[in-house]
């Protein structure tokens, strides 16, 4: 049993330290294959997560342990089993470091008071360098495309040149989940601190969210809203008046700092993405997406799963739920799925926050594989630090009852 104490301990607090800093600016490499660069990033997320494992407190109950471990072996199972000569076996080790991550425990870990201003930096740095890509500021932007760019040589390139913040994250669909988390986080810290510079974060982040022009970034920015306005119109008036007048010189300031941005422009984009029947998850499932081919090879073999193989057509990435049935059938689906719900449960203090975590984690994978993303092994864990460290208040109420 681990402890429900919360304790300081300098080594897991610099693991957390590590996993921020790292998760948010460690640069990425532009390769169409596992490359060294890449597999850098994985070995150092590996051997932070371990260090936490390897705890006094950290350590995994044993069944848990032997289910989330045997994703690797699964895979390579099915790669065997698959058929088909044409491997990618890097999977094989981003899946393995998500299942490292799965069994991970440090519900324990009280960070010290120096992560919050680390914290504030972090964010700090976020929203002036989004708001400078929304505004066009070459030098942030040439900085960007230089060391984050990811995937094809092009992909970020063009994301800056139109002006989406999408900062280390690379797409704009990924940015759009991670500017949202940060959003929500930094809500949940205003409203259990009331700290203010919290909620102008929070605005700030619904803003750059929405300025990512896709479709999850409208659908994640007209979620943030409506929970803003949930949240004020439930407290005072003043409150409401206060936070809907912090937002509206947030949009007037952007504006005129952003006069290069030609808005209507932004408003007939929006347009097309609501009402381009090819946009979404949806226009990847359909004939011509980028899933379509992977889907029809799912149908045509159900229970033939290709683990680490690949072959022309089937295409991974846009749609977790999916690549985990074709890499793993319906068993690695549970496993992942299982895994990261008793992730958060045995790591979040609150049992609102896990349920909430999840469901974001899990609808959002929907439209893009998320889970095994060298950004997310590196931030989940922090994310849920920090939300234990904002709910340190509440436990400490609860075990003195």
Request: aromatic share 14%.
């Given at each position: 049993m681990q402890s429900d104490t919360p304790t300081k301990s300098t080594v897991a607090s610099t693991v957390f330290l590590l996993l921020l800093l790292a998760g948010m600016y460690f640069p990425s490499a532009v390769s169409e294959r596992f490359s060294v660069f890449s597999l850098l990033a994985f070995v150092i997320v590996l051997i932070l997560l371990l260090l936490l494992i390897f705890r006094k407190h950290g350590h995994p109950t044993f069944l848990p342990c032997l289910a989330l471990l045997s994703i690797t072996p699964l895979l390579l199972l099915f790669t065997v089993t698959s058929g088909l000569t044409t491997l990618k076996l890097g999977a094989l080790f981003q899946y393995a470091v998500l299942s490292v991550m799965l069994i991970a425990s440090f519900r324990d870990i009280l960070l010290p008071n120096w992560f919050g201003r680390l914290w504030n930096v972090i964010n700090v740095v976020n929203i002036l360098a989004g708001f400078a890509i929304v505004a066009g500021f070459q030098p942030v932007n040439d900085f960007i495309v230089a060391h984050y760019s990811t995937a094809y040589d092009d992909l970020v390139a063009n994301m800056i040149s139109w002006h989406k913040p999408v900062l280390t994250f690379g797409t704009h669909s990924l940015a759009a989940f991670f500017l949202y988390l940060f959003f929500w986080l930094n809500l949940q810290g205003y409203k259990r601190k009331r700290q203010k510079r919290l909620l102008v974060f929070a605005l700030c982040y619904i803003f750059l969210t929405a300025s990512l022009l896709s479709v999850s970034a409208l659908v994640f920015a007209a979620v943030g809203i409506c929970q803003l306005v949930f949240l004020f119109w439930?407290?005072?008036?003043?409150?409401?008046?206060?936070?809907?007048?912090?937002?509206?010189?947030l949009v007037i300031m952007t504006a005129f700092w952003g006069s290069a941005i030609r808005w209507r422009e932004s408003v007939d984009v929006v347009q097309r993405i609501l009402q381009d029947p090819g946009a979404g998850l949806t226009g990847r499932l359909l004939p011509g997406g980028t899933m379509y081919e992977s889907l029809q090879y799912l149908k045509s073999h159900?229970?033939?799963?290709?683990g680490a193989s690949i072959r022309e057509g089937i295409v991974f990435g846009d749609d977790g739920p999916l690549e985990y049935i074709l890499r793993g059938s319906v068993l690695l689906l549970l496993l992942i799925y299982g895994g990261l719900f008793y992730f958060l449960r045995r790591n979040l203090v609150l049992k609102a926050d896990a349920y909430f975590l999840f469901s974001a984690i899990v609808v959002f994978e929907m439209g893009y594989t998320t889970l095994i993303n060298i950004r997310a092994l590196y931030l989940i864990p922090v994310f849920c630090a920090y939300l234990n460290s904002l709910a340190t208040d509440q436990f400490e109420s609860n075990i003195n009852v």
């Open positions: 439930s407290s005072t008036t003043y409150k409401f008046v206060t936070a809907v007048g912090m937002l509206c010189v159900p229970f033939s799963p290709v």
